[in-house]
């Protein structure tokens, strides 16, 4: 069940992600779509939470959140925090903000698959590592009004692909048992 919440709460980040950034250069239509496939998204996670939740009930419980995690959290909260305060400081655009965003929370995810010994989080992980990194890139350029689309609308869309395929998997897997 804590797999599955943590499936949610990638779901409603990726979500978040998806809603904030969809903008201009975008089409309004484009954007409505992005947005409106987010929330879908993301409530069809929520419905596999309920699900499974209704299946498993408490079932077995594993420490996600053992000190391992708590040092991956806190150090990913000073850099978040830390890094768009330097980014600040270096007058570099706004937009590269959801770019630091997007990096460090891959790292976050890729720094949290030894400990919870789940490599398949590391792939996401990876995947908006180098999406921010190439939206800080952009920041640079005069494309730098694609950085939210790049480090946050495809970041979102990695979250949530990645958080409803591994609670469909789950929900498969947990229903065959």
Do not use: C
């Not at 069940?1 to 950034?21: E, I």
Request: charged share 10%.
């Amino acid at each position: 069940m804590q797999r599955m919440t943590g499936l949610l709460v990638g779901a409603v980040f990726g979500a978040v992600f998806v809603v904030v950034n969809a903008q201009s250069p975008l089409n309004p239509l484009t954007v409505n779509v992005l947005r409106v496939a987010a929330v879908l998204a993301a409530a069809g996670v929520v419905v596999m939470w309920f699900a499974t939740a209704r299946r498993e009930g408490d079932g077995e419980r594993r420490n996600m959140f053992s000190r391992g995690y708590l040092v991956v959290v806190l150090a990913e909260a000073i850099l978040l925090f830390g890094g768009l305060r330097v980014l600040a400081a270096l007058d570099v655009p706004e937009q590269a903000n959801v770019a630091w965003v997007a990096f460090v929370v891959g790292v976050h995810f890729v720094a949290l698959a030894p400990i919870w010994k789940d490599w398949s989080i590391a792939v996401p992980g990876a995947a908006l590592s180098l999406l921010g990194v190439a939206g800080l890139v952009l920041a640079s350029t005069s494309a730098v009004t694609w950085v939210p689309l790049v480090s946050g609308v495809l970041s979102g869309v990695v979250l949530l692909a990645g958080s409803l395929f591994a609670a469909w998997r789950g929900r498969q897997v947990t229903s065959a048992g």
